[in-house]
């Protein structure tokens, strides 16, 4: 099996920074694209960002310029540096891969609460 573990989530006030990370682990291969998405209280869950094994990125408008994705191929780890956070980057953020003969796998997902 494959896990998916977040880390990094909490409270930040509107326009600081927070940076969220995810370890896979168990029997993986390789990994193919790894991404970040979010689902906010009352929404449906949204992609945030993506990055490919080869490090091609893809964000949601609402987050470039603001959030990076970044992933460490030996590691098997995805982070997600988010600058500048705003009241409704509020929700619980979930890392996903791409794993290559096992398909995508979840991790449990991590608060992440932008507040004044």
């Known amino acids: 099996q494959v896990q998916l573990v977040e880390s990094g989530g909490g409270l930040v006030q509107p326009g600081g920074s927070l940076r969220l990370s995810c370890a896979a682990s168990?029997?993986?291969?390789?990994?193919?694209?790894m991404g970040w998405y979010r689902q906010a209280p009352g929404k449906q869950r949204e992609l945030v960002a993506t990055?490919?094994?080869?490090?091609?990125?893809n964000y949601a408008d609402s987050v470039k310029g603001r959030f990076t994705i970044s992933r460490d191929n030996a590691k098997n780890t995805v982070d997600l540096q988010m600058n500048s956070l705003k009241p409704e980057d509020t929700a619980v953020y979930y890392c996903?891969?791409?794993?290559?003969?096992?398909?995508?796998?979840w991790g449990q997902g991590i608060q992440v609460t932008v507040s004044s």
């Open positions: 996903t891969a791409d794993i290559r003969f096992r398909g995508y796998s």
């Open positions: 168990g029997r993986i291969f390789s990994i193919n694209a």
């Open positions: 990055i490919t094994s080869g490090d091609k990125t």
